[in-house]
């Protein structure tokens, strides 16, 4: 018998071709055989530094092509056979992709190749599932700054290689909540758009109680048809309908004062397509925040477009507050990326980021010298400069040679307190005089930090793990008005996120605008790599 056996024929075989594994000893010695086929696993390898060396310390052992493999080739055709459950693209994935790995081959040398090959195919796999399909998001928008938690494919590929093939290649979906319950929206909505979506659009600029119009009818049968109310032969604008405008304003992030004004109208008649694309789009943010370590057992998490920031404990919310993010001008835009909080400054000094400087505050003091009187003046030395001997008409936005700060003040920009996540960026979270602007509905006024509601709070639940009394710790600290830096015995991470679509734990999942038009780039991204929309006609 040849060094290669013939492949036993089953159906989990069959299905992957498995004549196209059955290999002959072509009248050549089984050294000769070993030796083409090691050869030939070397060069396939040869343009991956991390296939070449799994397959040179497991000896150029199979995974895929051994004699004992089946289960393993089989477990992989299963696994891709949902790719379009995850939203994954399915072109790429589909089972025809390993048959045809294997479909032409007709010597040990080319076994060589498909083996290479389909292990490549899994390791595309495994990342494009765990760690996000997209390569790098900057290049798509450059307010995505986020490293994406790939994996280390050399250990991944000995972990594929001594597991139960099936149990691994569940395991590499994410198991993260949020991601679970976006899959679950993911096929409710593909549903929906089987059955024909949510009825005829609402023709109305505004609806409000007591109203009776087929308007009316037309937003009582959409939001019957998404789950807000009861079905029922009632034509006007009634007290139920009245509670479910209610619900469906408070899940989109707008005023729940159940009038059907403009904007709730316009939500409401947003199709099942688009909301699918949010979801889809979802779950590729959730895959880039799948760390191997999790988001951490006390994380922060603030999500920009619904101006809100969490702290959770052990996988529950134990603070929050809403929040002020950055403006939509792209350079004033707050990136969404994770790191850890190491300290809080109380009583901070603000340092003016130099584009500030010279592009908001100059011309205005060019205009008026003693316009932002509170601002205080320093040489490239440090050296205080004094504001009347500085002809600011004299210098441009790009020859100005003035650092500006802002002593600690309760008009500080900073407020009195921020939390320092130090990064390449600048942004951190912090506390803000304007407090009106927390008033608003959509609060993104800042030049890119993040602006808390409830500052003080916030510190005392992070100071809480280091101090018995945290609230007299840091109002002691504050009544000094000096300058304090606070370090944290415990670092938390954070992350600055953008999820458009929310599933909490209980109720329905909730919308939220694109405020910087981030989503429909992603999802154009998406498409172009191969991602489509199941029950979609295109």
């Known amino acids: 018998m040849s060094a290669w056996k013939n492949i036993r024929r089953s159906a989990s075989t069959a299905a992957i071709g498995a004549a196209a594994l059955a290999w002959v000893a072509l009248g050549e010695p089984a050294s000769a055989q070993v030796t083409a086929f090691k050869q030939a696993m070397a060069e396939a390898a040869a343009s991956s530094d991390a296939i070449a060396q799994f397959y040179r310390e497991t000896n150029y052992e199979p995974i895929w092509t051994g004699e004992d493999d089946a289960e393993r080739r ?215 925040l799948n760390f191997e370590e999790g988001l951490g057992s006390r994380h922060v998490l603030v999500n920009i477009v619904d101006f809100q920031t969490q702290l959770f404990d052990d996988g529950k919310v134990t603070f929050e507050t809403i929040s002020v993010v950055g403006r939509s001008r792209v350079d004033k835009q707050t990136p969404e990326f994770s790191d850890e909080m190491e300290h809080m400054v109380i009583n901070p000094t603000w340092f003016v980021p130099r584009s500030i400087a010279t592009k908001e505050y100059l011309p205005n003091m060019q205009a008026n010298r003693n316009a932002n009187s509170y601002l205080n003046f320093y040489d490239a030395s440090g050296r205080q400069v004094s504001r009347q001997s500085i002809n600011f008409n004299a210098y441009s936005a790009r020859t100005f040679p003035f650092n500006m700060r802002q002593p600690p003040s309760d008009r500080n920009a900073l407020g009195l307190v921020k939390f320092m996540l130090p990064n390449r960026w600048n942004i951190y979270l912090h506390d803000s005089p304007a407090k009106n602007l927390f008033n608003a509905d959509v609060r993104a006024f800042s030049a890119g930090c993040v602006r808390l509601s409830k500052p003080f709070e916030f510190a005392y639940t992070i100071l809480a793990r280091q101090e018995a009394d945290p609230e007299t710790f840091f109002q002691t600290i504050l009544a000094t008005g000096q300058e304090t830096q606070v ?51 295109s």
């Open 74 to 288: 089989q477990a992989l055709m299963n696994a891709m056979a949902l790719a379009d459950d995850h939203g994954l693209p399915v072109d790429r994935y589909t089972p025809d992709v390993l048959r045809r790995i294997f479909s032409d081959v007709t010597s040990v040398r080319q076994r060589g190749f498909a083996e290479v090959e389909a292990t490549k195919l899994f390791l595309s796999y495994a990342r494009d599932l765990q760690s996000g399909i997209l390569d790098d998001p900057k290049s798509i928008d450059p307010g995505i700054v986020r490293t994406l938690p790939r994996r280390d494919q050399v250990k991944q590929l000995t972990q594929l290689s001594t597991s139960d093939p099936t149990l691994f290649m569940r395991g590499l979906i994410p198991t993260t909540p949020a991601y679970t319950r976006l899959l679950k929206t993911k096929m409710a909505l593909e549903n929906v758009l089987a059955e024909g979506g949510w009825g005829p659009l609402v023709r109305a600029n505004s609806l409000r109680p007591g109203d009776s119009s087929a308007s009316v009818i037309a937003m009582r049968d959409r939001l019957v048809r998404m789950g807000y109310l009861d079905r029922t032969p009632v034509a006007n604008y009634d007290s139920a309908l009245e509670a479910a405008v209610r619900e469906f304003q408070s899940d989109h992030g707008l005023e729940a004062d159940g009038v059907a004004g403009a904007g709730t109208i316009r939500q409401i008649n947003v199709e099942p397509v688009e909301r699918l694309r949010s979801v889809i789009v979802g779950l590729e943010r959730e895959r880039w």
């Open 487 to 537: 370090d944290l015995e415990e670092h938390i991470p954070v992350h600055i996120t953008y999820k458009t679509a929310v599933v909490p734990a209980q109720g329905r999942i909730q919308y939220r605008p694109d405020i910087y038009g981030r989503d429909g780039r992603l999802w154009d991204a998406l498409n172009a790599a191969g991602v489509s929309l199941r029950a979609v006609q």
